[in-house]
Nanobody, 119 residues
Framework: QVQVSESGGGLVQPGGSLRLSCLAS????????MGWFRQVPGKEREFVGS????????WYSDSVRGRFTISRDVAKNTAYLQMNSLKPEDTAVYYC????????????WGQGTQVTVSS
């Protein structure tokens, strides 16, 4: 059974940095994407970025490109979301999820971790 769990959220001032972690378990993820999403109450969940586990190729939304970096540690089965130059509009609950490379939808969502950017 695939499980993912996010950690690393917290309160940070504008311009600051945070690194989120997504620990995945239950199988090999060599043929998976790991995606990061965020959601603000009352709004739809927003795609932040993703990484292809086998090649470490990454994709980003326009709103975070150049500020956020996704990486992964295969030995630890963990994906990371390094967030720099944070803005108040980055405040949200951040989730990770997995997607087989042959499918279009993400599943196996974590419980989320709150990121608050405020002075």
């Amino acid at each position: 059974q695939v499980q993912v769990s996010e950690s690393g959220g917290g309160l940070v001032q504008p311009g600051g940095s945070l690194r989120l972690s997504c620990l995945a378990s239950g199988r090999s993820f060599s043929n998976y994407f790991m995606g990061w999403f965020r959601q603000v109450p009352g709004k739809e969940r927003e795609f932040v970025g993703s990484i292809k586990w086998s090649t470490s190729t990454t994709w980003y939304s326009d709103s975070v490109r150049g500020r956020f970096t996704i990486s992964r540690d295969v030995a630890k089965n963990t994906a990371y979301l390094q967030m720099n130059s944070l803005k108040p509009e980055d405040t949200a609950v951040y989730y990770c999820a997995t997607r087989p490379v042959t499918q279009s939808n993400y599943s196996n969502w974590g419980q989320g971790t709150q990121v608050t950017v405020s002075s």
